[in-house]
């Protein structure tokens, strides 16, 4: 648990704080309470303050005590009352009230990169625990992305060791862990496998997973599925954010099955220029991906909210 407590005390004449007592204002749980005034009761210490020479005592000081895991800041309490406004309007199944919510508060309340992060890592599970995978499986990802942009490009396939810590990451270890397995297991329950993959291959250079994991047989199929299989299919659906961003392996894509609404363009990211297709009637039955240094490429899928569709990869072109 995170906090931040206020402690308001006056201070005699030598110095010492007296009257301790806790500020409503803050963010922070009763239990931090008693530690808070102990603290500053025994161990602060102040110079007297002077007044003509002489020390004298005063009242009314307040002094902020932070609770955080790992050095990282805390949030305060209106963030917290903000973020429990998403996570009402989601359990509601409000989606797009939740989404105008959570857009409004990541560009006008979200002042710290931490602060990102926690609203998204509340996304993401307040979102699967109300069934929707892809909206939750996109901010898991955003919470989980790593601060270092070069390791964003990890290829799992990859033989580099990956050099990783909990301090590549905004959010603290145990949070981090716990939404990397969140991020492994909607992937994979997809067919999204190369990105189960890229999670797994965090949680392990991370050394937060060994053979006895629960999730490392399923993660062992699918780096197989990844390296032979001829062909890979993953199931998307655009949430209210109206895009999706999927990470293609292999070098032919197929976007099959359009239902539920409607894409309106779709941009091909590798190494070279984009590719774009601004007229959905231009979009290829098979997508020809470029040559790329990390070796997967980006698609971006801009469609109408609720739009579902298969994504196919294929290592060679189909008949």
């Not at 790992?70 to 509601?92: C, H, Q, S, W, Y």
């Amino acid at each position: 648990m995170e906090g931040l407590v206020f402690a308001r005390f006056d201070l005699d004449a030598s110095g010492k704080p007296t009257n301790v007592r806790i500020d409503p204002d803050g963010f922070h749980v009763d239990i931090f309470g008693p530690a808070v005034k102990r603290w500053v009761s025994q161990s602060v210490r102040f110079n007297p303050a002077m007044e003509n020479g002489e020390p004298v005592a005063l009242q009314g000081l307040r002094l902020p005590v932070r609770f955080s895991m790992n050095m990282k800041p805390g949030i305060t309490r209106e963030f917290r009352e903000e973020i429990d406004k998403v996570v009402k309007l989601l359990d509601a199944r409000d989606f797009p009230g939740a989404h105008h919510h959570a857009q409004w508060m990541l560009t006008e309340k979200a002042k710290l990169n931490y602060e990102y992060a926690v609203l998204q890592a509340t996304l993401a599970n307040t979102l699967a625990r109300t069934g929707k995978m892809h909206a939750a499986l996109d901010a898991a990802r955003a919470a989980t992305d790593p601060v270092r942009p070069k390791l964003n490009d990890l290829n799992p396939l990859s033989d580099e060791k990956l050099d990783l810590s909990e301090q590549d990451f905004l959010l603290p270890g145990e949070m981090t862990d716990q939404l990397l397995r969140l991020r492994f297991i909607l992937a994979a329950s997809q067919g999204l496998d190369f990105e189960a993959a890229q999670s797994y291959a965090y949680l392990r250079a991370l050394g937060k997973i060994d053979a006895a994991d629960v999730i490392t047989s399923e993660a062992e199929k699918i780096l197989v599925r990844l390296k032979s299989a001829p062909s890979l299919t993953g199931t998307v659906q655009v949430d209210e954010s109206g895009h999706w961003t999927h990470l293609a392996l292999l070098p032919y894509l197929a976007v099959r099955d359009v239902e539920g609404g409607a894409i309106t363009q779709l941009i091909v990211h590798c190494s070279g220029p984009d590719i774009g297709y601004n007229d959905p009637a231009q979009i290829p039955a098979i997508i020809k991906m470029g040559a790329s240094e990390s070796g997967y490429c980006q698609v971006a899928i801009f469609a109408s909210p609720g739009t579902r569709m298969h994504l196919i990869e294929y290592r060679q072109p189909p008949p």
